[in-house]
């Protein structure tokens, strides 16, 4: 098993910056990626960034490039989501997951944004960013 534990989140000013955290623990930790989605009031989870483990290759929504950047600490199994620039529509519940199965990067990116493709999660951080 593998516990995914995230950090980070807060109340913030549109315009200000948050560190997301997230630490794994348990088993031999080897992912392929590591993603980080969220879920705003009222919908759905949505894809926001992941980073493939071995290569350090990142993938982004279109609405967080430029403003957030994701990276990773293999020697600690951290993964972080800097997030700057902050909007309110950013306002989510910030989940980060583990995809356990071997992905090539070249594909990786097209798997990396799919829920159904994650074997674990954490149980979330709120991040709040009021006008």
């Known amino acids: 098993q593998v516990q995914l534990v995230e950090s980070g989140g807060g109340l913030v000013q549109a315009g200000g910056s948050l560190r997301l955290s997230c630490a794994a623990s348990?088993?031999?930790?080897?992912?392929?990626?590591m993603g980080w989605f969220r879920r705003a009031p009222g919908k759905d989870r949505e894809f926001v960034a992941a980073?493939?483990?071995?290569?350090?290759?990142?993938y982004y929504v279109d609405s967080v490039k430029g403003r957030f950047t994701i990276s990773r600490d293999n020697a600690k199994n951290t993964v972080y989501l800097q997030m700057d620039s902050l909007k309110p529509e950013d306002t989510a519940s910030y989940y980060c997951?583990?995809?356990?199965?071997?992905?090539?990067?070249?594909?990786?990116?097209?798997?990396?944004?799919?829920?159904?493709?994650?074997?674990?999660w954490g149980q979330g951080t709120q991040v709040t960013v009021s006008s």
């Open positions: 997951a583990a995809d356990m199965n071997y992905c090539p990067e070249i594909t990786c990116g097209v798997r990396a944004v799919r829920e159904a493709g994650y074997d674990y």
């Open positions: 348990g088993r031999t930790f080897s992912p392929s990626i």
């Open positions: 980073i493939h483990w071995g290569a350090g290759r990142p």
